[in-house]
């Protein structure tokens, strides 16, 4: 049973414009939700991070939000770059240190120069 | 400051075989560690992941095994390789705190031929 979902494989989006990458969660535990960037070949790095006590936070081109009634989550990256294109995933935790993240397929962004 | 060693970057090995992945972490201690894998399609399935010396979880009941022989070493192993065990591995570490993510190693490809 998929825990975290990641219903979109892949995304194209043009330079400069805005880039919407989705995650769906079934498990009401998990509280903290982070979203990790990988290139080919490397291991992911992390991204941006967002509590459920919270419903947005923002880092530089990058925003997270969290609406927990929906049990979804969103990063938007604006304005898209090249050096964007990468494959996210979506992670998720439950309330406790050593839970593991439960990760999503993860998206597959393309940002056309 | 941290920083996590995994090797080797490559690996191709004949079905049947053995498997030894080596992963380390430097520059903290009692690490919260993990290995993980990502199969085409799949995204990144947690493996093992150990909370301690000697202590490891199995999320996946599988061909293979870890084992945590140091407080900062972590091994991925395998008796005899099936093709399916072909993929990219992941060893990750966190520290034991809620609110904090992964750092992730570089990765391994293992092609099982």
């Known amino acids: 049973d998929q825990q975290v979902k990641q219903n979109s494989p892949s995304l194209s989006v043009q330079e400069g414009r805005i880039s919407i990458l989705n995650c769906d969660y079934t498990n009401s535990m998990f509280d903290y939700f982070l979203w990790y960037k990988k290139y080919p070949a490397e291991g992911p790095t992390f991204l941006i991070s967002i509590s459920s006590i919270k419903d947005k936070n923002e880092d530089g081109r990058f925003t997270v939000f969290l609406n927990k009634s929906a049990k979804h989550l969103s990063l938007h990256i604006v304005p898209s770059q090249p050096g964007d294109s990468a494959v996210y995933f979506c992670?998720?935790?439950?309330?406790?240190?050593?839970?593991?993240?439960?990760f999503g397929k993860g998206t597959r962004l393309s940002v056309i120069a | 400051s941290q920083t996590i060693h995994q090797w080797p970057a490559t690996l191709v090995q004949p079905v049947g075989s053995p498997l030894s992945l080596e992963c380390t972490v430097e520059g903290t201690s009692n690490p919260n560690l993990y290995w993980y894998r990502q199969a085409a399609g799949r995204g990144l399935q947690l493996l093992f992941y150990s909370v301690g010396i000697g202590q490891i979880s199995s999320e996946v009941p599988q061909n293979l095994s870890a084992s945590r022989p140091q407080d900062r070493q972590f091994i991925l192993s395998s008796k005899k390789l099936l093709l399916s065990d072909s993929g990219f591995y992941l060893c990750?570490?966190?520290?034991?705190?809620?609110?904090?993510?992964?750092?992730f190693g570089s990765g391994t490809r293992l092609t099982v031929v």
């Open positions: 990750a570490w966190s520290v034991r705190r809620i609110g904090h993510g992964y750092t």
């Open positions: 992670a998720a935790r439950g309330n406790s240190g050593n839970t593991p993240l439960v």
